[in-house]
């Protein structure tokens, strides 16, 4: 049974940083497709960041050049920094890990990230 773990959220003012962490039960090489979604009240999750087993990533409009998706693979782990954070980024972050290629899907509990203005 894959589990994903997701740690890191929090409260920041607006311009602060985070770094949001997704800690898999097994090894992510597993995994084809990795990504962070987030979702707000009365909205769907919508995408955030996506990394690939070959390390190409991409990001929603909003977040590009602010965010940053990265692996570990020792530490079966994968990042979301989030810096020059504004408060429309505030949402629960889920992290997703999808295995190809039956697309089997795999979500975290998600971590709440607060962002004041």
């Known amino acids: 049974q894959v589990q994903l773990v997701e740690s890191g959220g929090g409260l920041v003012q607006a311009g602060g940083s985070l770094r949001l962490s997704c800690a898999a039960s097994?090894?992510?090489?597993?995994?084809?497709?990795m990504s962070w979604y987030r979702q707000t009240p009365g909205k769907q999750r919508e995408l955030v960041a996506v990394i690939r087993k070959g390390g190409t990533t991409v990001y929603e409009d909003s977040v590009k050049g602010r965010f940053t998706i990265s692996t570990d693979n020792a530490k079966n782990t994968v990042y979301l920094q989030m810096n020059s954070l504004k408060p429309e980024d505030t949402g629960v972050y889920y992290c997703n890990a999808v295995q190809l290629p039956r697309a089997y899907n795999y979500w975290g509990q998600g971590t709440q990230v607060t962002v004041s203005s």
């Open positions: 097994g090894s992510i090489f597993s995994f084809d497709i």
